[in-house]
């Protein structure tokens, strides 16, 4: 062996156990420090950016110290997304089973392309296919892929939708690309999610061919106000506003949909986990009746990020926009993953879906959404009896937190983030600014929304005083 490939074989071969032992230790003590640490790095902690801060090193160093400087120091400029008490975006925690079993997951470090590349993972994926379409009560046979997050979901599924819109007209994009090709009619809500038009421009679709559907004072789509489909209509509706957390009349649109042959895809990014409880399945009336869905299960659902999900009514058409080919790929009789998603080597993400299905069932599937919802409304209702105005119907996780004046509301939310105890993020409602609430985490407890009202209270005070001043 020559004096380089010793080298190498030092650093890879380096005492391998005791490096994932000692991440482990890191990773648990993390994990008991969580409750106590600030949802937010503290500026002194940010300081140690620096120690990140280097040239690309020349030599190789020991493989232990970077772990360390990892679970030393980078552990301390993290967000605590999975404590209690970070309510910003819409992030979720994450359940021990499923972190557990990513730990596995990212041992086995299977790619998911294939069956014959990872028979477990074909195994999984086709388990949680099915026990996911029946827990939201999608239609039999609807087809999943597993994606990184919803951003790719929507995009995956706006792909096939266009596609099948267009082989109606005698288009097929496969063969003939969209050059020259009929014009779709696309419809969204004008509160749809950026991600929204982020998968439209990426498919084709302009900002200026869409029509925008106004909307009502909780961001539904006002079904008066739009104008009506035909057969060449993708329509996208949303199951879950990211600010109010609000559902549009989606049975009412796929009613309208179903009787020109038009596409309906639900943006159900975190909202279509609704459908899984029976306190909150009203809110999704009428979703099996649409032609394609995305959600995150890395949101509602806590599983780890790189969780998106796609599901499409009709498998043909997902599989064909997803097709690809070539002489050393081996498809089989069983699951091949990559046909249902854009990706074809991809980490096996229904590992730890499955495991968080299979450990909460049902049932317990069900107590996290209305335990999720409980603690919105128990946080809204806290804040409403101390004055706070809640600018929202708390239907979900979903809360949009307003003060006496805009200038009060923007300072109460920095006091709020510099607060150490909770983190929220901002937003304007309707042309005001507002404190933005979403409980997406299981550790989110009554008394840790206790200590987090406390904090708002103490940030409006502050707030006031330095107005009046
Ligand atoms: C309604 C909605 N759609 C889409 C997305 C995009 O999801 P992701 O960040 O997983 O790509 C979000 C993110 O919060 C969302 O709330």
Request: glycine residues 8%.
């Given at each position: 062996?020559?004096?380089?490939?010793?080298?190498?074989?030092?650093?890879?071969?380096?005492?391998?156990?005791?490096?994932?032992?000692?991440?482990?230790?890191?990773?648990?003590?993390?994990?008991?420090?969580?409750?106590?640490?600030?949802?937010?790095?503290?500026?002194?902690?940010?300081?140690?950016?620096?120690?990140?801060?280097?040239?690309?090193?020349?030599?190789?160093?020991?493989?232990?110290?970077?772990?360390?400087?990892?679970?030393?120091?980078?552990?301390?400029?993290?967000?605590?997304?999975?404590?209690?008490?970070?309510?910003?975006?819409?992030?979720?925690?994450?359940?021990?089973?499923?972190?557990?079993?990513?730990?596995?997951?990212?041992?086995?470090?299977?790619?998911?392309?294939?069956?014959?590349?990872?028979?477990?993972?074909?195994?999984?994926?086709?388990?949680?296919?099915?026990?996911?379409?029946?827990?939201?009560?999608?239609?039999?046979?609807?087809?999943?892929?597993?994606?990184?997050?919803?951003?790719?979901?929507?995009?995956?599924?706006?792909?096939?939708?266009r596609?099948?819109i267009l082989?109606k007209t005698g288009w097929?994009v496969?063969?003939?690309?969209l050059f020259g090709a009929p014009r779709l009619r696309v419809i969204?809500?004008?509160?749809?999610?950026?991600?929204?038009?982020?998968?439209l421009?990426?498919i084709g679709i302009g900002?200026d061919m869409i029509e925008?559907?106004?909307?009502?004072?909780?961001?539904?789509?006002?079904?008066?106000?739009?104008?009506?489909p035909d057969a060449n209509t993708l329509?996208?509706?949303?199951?879950?506003?990211?600010?109010?957390?609000?559902?549009?009349?989606?049975?009412?649109?796929?009613?309208?949909?179903?009787?020109?042959?038009a596409?309906?895809?639900?943006?159900?990014?975190?909202?279509?986990?609704?459908?899984?409880?029976?306190?909150?399945?009203?809110?999704?009336?009428?979703?099996?009746?649409?032609?394609?869905?995305?959600?995150?299960?890395?949101?509602?659902?806590?599983?780890?990020?790189?969780?998106?999900?796609?599901?499409?009514?009709?498998?043909?058409?997902?599989?064909?926009?997803?097709?690809?080919?070539?002489?050393?790929?081996?498809?089989?009789?069983?699951?091949?993953?990559?046909?249902?998603?854009?990706?074809?080597?991809?980490?096996?993400?229904?590992?730890?879906?499955?495991?968080?299905?299979?450990?909460?069932?049902?049932?317990?599937?069900?107590?996290?959404?209305?335990?999720?919802?409980?603690?919105?409304?128990?946080?809204?209702?806290?804040?409403?009896?101390?004055?706070?105005?809640?600018?929202?119907?708390?239907?979900?996780?979903?809360?949009?937190?307003?003060?006496?004046?805009?200038?009060?509301?923007?300072?109460?939310?920095?006091?709020?983030?510099?607060?150490?105890?909770?983190?929220?993020?901002?937003?304007?409602?309707?042309?005001?600014?507002?404190?933005?609430?979403?409980?997406?985490?299981?550790?989110?407890?009554?008394?840790?929304?206790?200590?987090?009202?406390?904090?708002?209270?103490?940030?409006?005070?502050?707030?006031?005083?330095?107005?009046?001043?």
């Amino acid at each position: 062996m020559n004096k380089q490939s010793q080298l190498l074989e030092m650093k890879i071969t380096e005492n391998e156990a005791a490096l994932l032992k000692c991440a482990t230790s890191y990773a648990v003590e993390y994990l008991e420090q969580l409750s106590e640490m600030p949802p937010f790095p503290s500026e002194e902690s940010l300081e140690k950016c620096s120690l990140f801060e280097e040239l690309l090193p020349e030599h190789s160093c020991e493989a232990s110290q970077v772990i360390n400087l990892l679970g030393e120091h980078g552990s301390k400029m993290t967000v605590a997304h999975t404590g209690g008490r970070y309510f910003g975006f819409v992030c979720g925690g994450v359940l021990p089973v499923a972190l557990s079993a990513r730990w596995i997951a990212d041992t086995w470090d299977q790619n998911n392309a294939l069956y014959a590349m990872s028979p477990i993972a074909s195994v999984l994926e086709n388990l949680c296919e099915r026990w996911l379409v029946e827990l939201l009560h999608l239609p039999n046979h609807t087809a999943a892929g597993m994606v990184g997050g919803s951003s790719v979901a929507i995009i995956t599924a706006l792909t096939a939708a266009r596609n099948a819109i267009l082989l109606k007209t005698g288009w097929d994009v496969h063969l003939r690309g969209l050059f020259g090709a009929p014009r779709l009619r696309v419809i969204i809500g004008e509160q749809a999610h950026s991600s929204v038009l982020k998968a439209l421009s990426m498919i084709g679709i302009g900002v200026d061919m869409i029509e925008r559907v106004p909307v009502d004072e909780q961001g539904r789509m006002r079904l008066e106000c739009m104008r009506l489909p035909d057969a060449n209509t993708l329509i996208v509706v949303q199951a879950g506003n990211v600010n109010s957390g609000s559902f549009d009349p989606i049975d009412e649109i796929c009613q309208i949909a179903e009787k020109v042959g038009a596409w309906v895809h639900v943006d159900g990014a975190f909202g279509l986990w609704a459908a899984a409880s029976r306190r909150t399945k009203y809110l999704c009336k009428g979703i099996e009746r649409a032609n394609s869905w995305s959600t995150d299960a890395h949101k509602t659902l806590n599983a780890p990020y790189d969780s998106g999900i796609v599901f499409c009514k009709d498998r043909d058409q997902l599989v064909r926009a997803m097709q690809a080919s070539g002489a050393y790929i081996e498809y089989s009789s069983a699951r091949d993953n990559m046909l249902y998603t854009p990706e074809m080597s991809r980490r096996a993400r229904s590992i730890e879906l499955w495991a968080i299905l299979k450990t909460l069932g049902r049932e317990g599937v069900e107590a996290l959404v209305d335990q999720l919802c409980h603690m919105a409304t128990y946080f809204s209702e806290r804040l409403s009896d101390v004055g706070f105005i809640i600018g929202n119907e708390v239907v979900f996780n979903q809360i949009i937190v307003q003060c006496e004046s805009q200038a009060t509301t923007i300072a109460t939310l920095e006091g709020i983030k510099k607060s150490g105890v909770c983190w929220c993020g901002g937003t304007t409602w309707f042309g005001k600014p507002a404190i933005r609430v979403s409980v997406s985490s299981w550790r989110t407890d009554e008394e840790a929304i206790d200590l987090c009202v406390d904090a708002f209270i103490s940030a409006r005070e502050c707030a006031r005083r330095n107005s009046s001043k």
